[in-house]
């Protein structure tokens, strides 16, 4: 069982920054792709950036490309998100995820685990 919980989340003004974490209880943390996707209302939920278990090739939608940036501590088990110079429609909610053996183009259909998310709120 792998269990996901987010932090970080708050309210920033536009142009501002926040930096989101997602410790994992797993295993085997290096073994897994993690990503970040995001549900804003009445929306769908989107992703954001993925890092994959295979190598450090992350993949970044192309709306976050340039001001966020994903890592991970495998040693800690814990995955950050890097936000910078957000804007007002980067408000959601956002949900960590991870799967195992999943591709870092992979859809939110194909990860198995999800942490509660947490909100980030841009003000304009």
């Known amino acids: 069982q792998v269990q996901l919980v987010e932090s970080g989340g708050g309210l920033v003004q536009a142009g501002g920054s926040l930096r989101l974490s997602c410790a994992a209880s797993?295993?085997?943390?290096?073994?897994?792709?993690m990503g970040w996707f995001r549900q804003a209302p009445g929306m769908g939920r989107v992703f954001v950036a993925a890092?994959?278990?295979?190598?450090?090739?992350?993949n970044y939608a192309d709306s976050v490309k340039g001001r966020f940036t994903i890592s991970r501590d495998n040693a800690n088990k814990i995955m950050y998100l890097q936000m910078n110079n957000l804007k007002p429609e980067d408000t959601a909610v956002y949900y960590c995820?991870?799967?195992?053996?999943?591709?870092?183009?992979?859809?939110?259909?194909?990860?198995?685990?999800w942490g509660q998310g947490t909100q980030v709120t841009v003000s304009s």
């Open positions: 797993v295993r085997t943390f290096s073994s897994v792709t």
């Open positions: 890092l994959p278990w295979s190598d450090n090739s992350a």
């Open positions: 995820a991870a799967g195992f053996m999943v591709a870092a183009t992979a859809p939110a259909a194909r990860y198995t685990y």
